[in-house]
């Protein structure tokens, strides 16, 4: 059929309601999966001597026990590495042999550190006791132990009432922690002798419970 003049001069429309609606609900979809960590990665990936585990936001992981037997040892470079931390004070990785260390590298803002936090704020309450610390490394900017992002990364730890020892990472220290993609958060469970008997990059529900045993396991030497 031939097309009229009036056929052809009418606009195309491109962007119905029904697209509209399923654009909108496609970029919702999107939001969720790319929300699990800093660097837009959908999964969390957790490494001990056993395969990695990896679980979405979403949906619990399996919990795995880590043996401390054939583990990478932490880099001495890292572990003599000094940091400041925000009350003022330097501390050591070094300084914490013979203790289980839970190590976090973090930022401000970052989304999926701030649902992590709590949870090792409640983690370092129920194990300070026990030969337990954790530890928290801020990453906010490259050059990033300046005045301004200490006051900054202090006045979020007020806020979120953080009640473990939180410090600033130098540039060469957090390159040598975010490996290997450089996601934030990256979190760490380091042996009493200095071994990584835990490695999980981003974050999942699935988290807290996973290092719990973890924890657990090397506290016991299992």
């Not at 399923?22 to 919702?28: H, R, Y």
């Not at 990364?153 to 020892?165: H, S």
Request: net charge neutral; hydrophobic share 40%.
């Amino acid at each position: 059929m031939p097309m009229t003049s009036e056929q052809s001069s009418s606009p195309v429309r491109i962007w119905t309601k029904k697209r509209l609606a399923l654009a909108c609900v496609v970029f919702a979809l999107l939001s969720v999966a790319l929300s699990s960590s800093c660097n837009n990665e959908a999964n969390y990936e957790g490494t001990t001597n056993a395969p990695a585990i990896k679980a979405t936001p979403a949906r619990a992981g399996t919990p795995t026990q880590a043996q401390t037997n054939n583990v990478q040892m932490l880099p001495d470079s890292v572990r003599q590495t000094e940091v400041k931390t925000i009350d003022g004070k330097a501390l050591k990785l070094a300084d914490y042999t013979g203790k289980v260390v839970v190590l976090d590298v973090w930022a401000t803002w970052c989304g999926p550190c701030r649902l992590e936090i709590p949870e090792l704020i409640q983690l370092h309450q129920d194990y300070k006791g026990r030969g337990v610390e954790v530890v928290g490394l801020a990453y906010e900017t490259q050059n990033n132990q300046t005045p301004e992002n200490e006051a900054k990364v202090r006045g979020f730890a007020n806020q979120f009432k953080i009640n473990y020892t939180v410090g600033l990472a130098s540039d060469d220290l957090a390159a040598s922690l975010l490996l290997p993609s450089g996601s934030i958060p990256q979190t760490y469970v380091i042996s009493q002798d200095g071994h990584i008997v835990g490695h999980y990059r981003g974050y999942s529900p699935a988290l807290a419970a996973e290092l719990r045993q973890l924890v657990e396991a090397t506290l016991a030497g299992t």
